[in-house]
């Protein structure tokens, strides 16, 4: 690549810059591609409908992340609490295996 495509390109990603907007590279299906084009044109946009837009995608995709101590809580929801089991096990020495 010359030296004048390589300027021209650093001082579009510039002006992209100035405009607080970033290019990149995604994968995804072909047949996705309209549409992937068309919601990153929109988000690319300062209006109200891209921030409502913006505020949908990250609640549909991003859900919440996983609280700490989330595997403890669902084991104290669980209806076996209490039961009083009995879950220990007679010590075997095992059998004898002939090689």
Known sequence: MGNSQKRAIQNYRSRLSKRGLA???VLGRNADRDLIR???KRLSEDTPEALELRATVSRSVGGQPPKPGGILAALRRSPLVGADL???R???KGRK???
Do not use: I
């Open 23 to 25: 290019r990149f590279e």
């Open 90 to 92: 007679p010590r075997e």
């Open 97 to 99: 295996v002939d090689l």
């Open 38 to 40: 068309s919601l990153a």
């Open 86 to 88: 009995d879950l220990s």
